[in-house]
């Protein structure tokens, strides 16, 4: 695979991921620290899955979303109820938590030496099916029914209970399809490059997660889309001074925090009416409240 | 039955090291009601106070001690004058504070990172690290009474603050409500300085046994903060009794796991309690209610 290709697979992976966040994050409100938890349930169900049972692919890829996203949903019914920085506190914990088994369950997993020998079916065309998919998916979700009571959570949780709208339910379902998302995605990365270890879903692969959310917009599935490519682009980019690459990273994430805390796309969708009011001479098309 | 013994102190005198790093998060959080990921930075910015001043211009434990503590003090006002302090006027959200300090810690542990490399340092013998027998019935090392004696002593002198002087009254009545305590008069920006000095004055302390008891390198900060950090949440995020609490709890039950099961769960351990604390009691053991009915 090419230097160009692999990038563009590694964005479409990461993109695939951050959508996940971002329903979570941006549209349901609930901040999360844990969610490289889910990528790497994913990641080893699917290495595992064609490894040692010869699955095709697609069907591993999609067992390592599922299975994420039933894990996400059986964790998410107890801890959900917990308020504001104190279910953030839990994911972190439980996060971690999810890469410490799968590091101490070397019969399965074999530890923290990491898992070899996976089949690179993480192609450019797999890969970009995938993401379109996914993408459209999500797009649909968040403008139906089930996304309009979930930003009814995030912005009054009282009020969109007191309408009528089982606000649990829409946290754990919220939960469980952005489980879905970064197990899928963990998945992708597995068969892209065909080794994974459990380090590389630690904390900071969370934090990440979570700041390319913050970065583009929360509430803003396009803006999350914009921040992934722009993180992961420089990220490249900066590869020739790797030594600064995270040191940039971090203070890209203070300044945004104090510049601009609604990140670069705010809660707007990058549609033709919001260019057309951005970028183009007429102002007649107001922007549709959230 | 001496193992036994053995392990609860060594345990104590982790979780009093924990303790001293805890009670600072904890101090924030009352005040602030944010998490402040870049607490441990200022853990790691002591360490290398310390180490230096210990390698290059050949200081005495105390010197070097009394430079780290108060060059961590200090930098954690600059973190929050130039990171926080901006946004805190800004707006209420304390979620951007959070996400502010995630950045933060990311660059000063990178800050290490470029500027004298990721590679694992020892801190000079300085601190006694000779065996010696409690009581004729265990045996643990100097190092541990020491380290907890001084955070003992570290405690004290903290909750005497907090409770004796103007600016202890103050900080007790900010972290029952900020705005009606700047109403009554208290300099908030002040205020909240103080705190951050005195939280970068203890993450360095807590550094400094930590950097002696493991090694130091630029991400221990993180990881030894996260664990501080469930100590603050299972004692009660906010509360200073909690925070200590706590984190002999962790403290604990880290070494009798790695006495007693396998040093491979320890860290699991940690996260477990933490899951199962904030399931059951999502406040924790000292912190007030806040759970939302859902």
């Not at chain 1, 088994?101 to 898992?115: D, F, K, L, P, Q």
């Not at chain 2, 996400?99 to 020892?122: C, D, P, Q, W």
Request: glycine share 12%; hydrophobic share 50%.
């Amino acid at each position: 695979m090419g230097y160009s290709s692999g990038i563009i697979t590694l964005l479409a992976i990461n993109c695939i991921a951050s959508l996940g966040v971002s329903l979570f994050t941006g549209f349901t409100g609930i901040y999360t620290l844990g969610h490289a938890g889910y990528m790497v349930i994913g990641a080893y169900t699917a290495a595992i899955l064609t490894v040692q049972f010869n699955l095709h692919f697609v069907l591993a890829i999609l067992a390592g979303g599922l299975l994420a996203m039933v894990c996400a949903y059986l964790i998410g019914l107890p801890t959900l109820k917990l308020a504001g920085d104190y279910y953030t506190i839990a994911s972190l914990g439980l996060g971690e938590a999810i890469r410490l088994i799968i590091e101490n369950w070397e019969s399965v997993t074999r530890g923290a030496r990491g898992y070899p020998g996976i089949d690179n079916y993480t192609t450019l065309p797999v890969v970009l099916a995938f993401f379109l998919v996914m993408t459209f998916g999500m797009f649909y979700l968040v403008n139906s029914r089930y996304g309009r009571a979930f930003k009814a959570c995030r912005d009054d949780y009282v009020a969109a209970s007191l309408l009528g709208f089982n606000t649990a339910h829409c946290r754990v379902l919220s939960l469980a399809v952005s489980g879905f998302y970064c197990g899928v995605a963990g998945a992708l990365l597995a068969g892209f490059i065909s080794f994974i270890q459990p380090v590389m879903f630690d904390m900071a692969k969370s934090t990440e997660l979570v700041s390319v959310v913050v970065l583009g917009g929360l509430g803003s599935m396009s803006g999350c889309l914009i921040g992934t490519a722009i993180l992961t682009l420089v990220t490249e980019l900066f590869r020739p001074i790797s030594k600064y690459r995270m040191l940039i990273y971090g203070l890209v994430l203070v300044l945004v925090m104090i510049l601009r805390p609604e990140g670069l796309m705010g809660t707007n969708e990058l549609t033709p009416d919001y260019l057309k009011k951005h970028f183009g001479s007429g102002k007649k098309t107001a922007k549709e409240g959230e | 039955m001496l193992d036994i013994v053995q392990q609860i102190i060594n345990g104590l005198s982790l979780g009093s090291v924990y303790a001293l790093i805890a009670v600072g998060y904890s101090l924030v959080y009352s005040i602030l009601l944010f998490s402040n990921f870049a607490h441990g930075g200022f853990l790691v910015i002591g360490g290398y106070i310390c180490y230096y001043a210990l390698m290059s211009y050949g200081a005495g434990i105390w010197t070097a001690s009394f430079a780290a503590v108060l060059g961590a003090g200090f930098s954690a006002i600059l973190v929050e004058r130039f990171a926080y302090r901006p946004i805190r006027e800004r707006t209420p959200v304390t979620l951007y504070l959070l996400i502010a300090s995630m950045g933060m810690s990311i660059v000063i542990e990178n800050l290490f990172v470029v500027t004298i490399g990721g590679r694992f340092r020892a801190l000079p013998p300085v601190l006694p690290m000779q065996p010696v027998s409690v009581f004729g019935f265990a045996t643990t090392s100097a190092f541990d009474i020491l380290s907890l004696v001084v955070s003992v002593i570290s405690l004290v002198a903290l909750q005497l603050f907090l409770n004796r002087t103007k600016w202890g009254l103050a900080i007790r009545a900010a972290s029952c409500n900020l705005r009606t305590a700047s109403l009554m008069g208290v300099n908030v920006n002040r205020l909240i300085a103080i705190v951050f000095f005195v939280a970068g004055l203890f993450a360095a302390v807590g550094g400094i046994f930590l950097s002696a008891r493991y090694t130091l390198y630029p991400q221990l900060g993180s990881t030894i903060t996260t664990k501080a950090f469930v100590a603050a949440v299972i004692g009660g995020l906010g509360s200073l009794p909690g925070a200590v609490a706590g984190s002999l709890i962790l403290g604990l039950a880290e070494m009798l796991t790695a006495g007693f099961v396998s040093s491979q769960f320890r860290d699991l351990v940690v996260f477990f309690l933490l899951i199962v604390t904030l399931i059951i009691r999502p406040s924790g053991l000292f912190g007030k209610a806040v759970s939302e009915k859902v």
